[in-house]
Nanobody, 122 residues
């Protein structure tokens, strides 16, 4: 099964920026939709953003206008550009391939990686 390795997290002040990367061990072209999730301490993992192979994007309300998801199929990498970071963005960030259906939440398709920690100080 394809493995995912997230990187790019760190400690940043509120208002700052980070760019996360997710490198896949295989071809992400095989998956129509790639996504970023995050999990804050004591909370459930939540979908942050996803992108289809055609470039259609979808964002959680809490990050829309501040985060940008992109993918480079040639490099088998998915990115998450995070601007205007807030303390509530503090979480471990994960990527995954997902299956979207017409109703309900998308279904993650691959084993989760180790994630990358983002800490935003106030």
């Amino acid at each position: 099964q394809m493995q995912l390795v997230e990187s790019g997290g760190g400690l940043v002040q509120a208002g700052g920026s980070l760019r996360l990367s997710c490198a896949a061990s295989g071809s992400i072209s095989s998956y129509n939709t790639m996504a970023w999730y995050r999990q804050a301490p004591g909370k459930q993992r939540e979908l942050v953003a996803d992108i289809t192979s055609a470039g259609t994007t979808n964002y959680a309300d809490s990050v829309r206008g501040r985060f940008t998801i992109s993918r480079d199929n040639a490099k088998n990498t998915v990115y998450l550009q995070m601007n205007s970071l807030k303390p509530e963005d503090t979480a471990v960030y994960y990527c995954n391939a997902v299956l979207r259906t017409r109703i309900g939440q998308p279904t993650p398709l691959l084993a989760w990686g180790q994630g990358t920690q983002v800490i935003v100080s106030s």
